[in-house]
């Protein structure tokens, strides 16, 4: 009898485990009209990493305290966003860019030698 009730109650929550897969998929991107129009609809979130060297965070930095604990820190990339013209393309382009590699553009007398020393395309820019 227990064993039968035991049976029972598995084959009902297997049924209900496999009506629950079979019915009408959910629709994830439910965006409204206002949203669609508006441009935080479009936020991608981005790697913290210069366009141009491609630096990013050193994760293998100390701190040695006065007791002598090393704790570990992230020391991030100092990032700016940034806009030069580009010749090539005739338009401007936003970067985000190291300080070094702001720098670096200087060196190079514009973004677009800089961009094809590193091999970069500023047309996805």
Same mark, same amino acid.
């Given at each position: ?5 035991? %049976? !029972?109650?598995?084959? &009902?929550? #297997? ?11 959910? *629709?994830? @991107? ?25 630096? %990013? !965070?050193?994760?293998? &930095?100390? #701190? ?11 020391? *991030?990339? @100092? ?47």
């Amino acid at each position: 009898m227990m064993r039968s009730a035991i %049976t !029972a109650l598995l084959l &009902a929550l #297997v049924i209900a485990a496999a009506s629950a897969f079979t019915g009408t998929p959910l *629709q994830i @991107n439910r965006v409204s009209a206002a949203a669609q129009s508006s441009s935080r609809s479009t936020l991608v979130m981005r790697e913290r990493k210069c366009d141009l060297l491609g630096k %990013t !965070a050193n994760r293998k &930095a100390r #701190v040695v305290t006065f007791s002598h604990k090393r704790i570990h820190k992230v020391q *991030q990339v @100092n990032l700016q966003w940034k806009r030069f013209y580009s010749d090539d393309l005739g338009r401007r382009v936003r970067l985000r860019l190291s300080t070094k590699g702001i720098k670096t553009v200087n060196k190079y007398g514009g973004i677009d030698a800089a961009a094809k020393k590193f091999g970069v395309d500023l047309a996805k820019y």
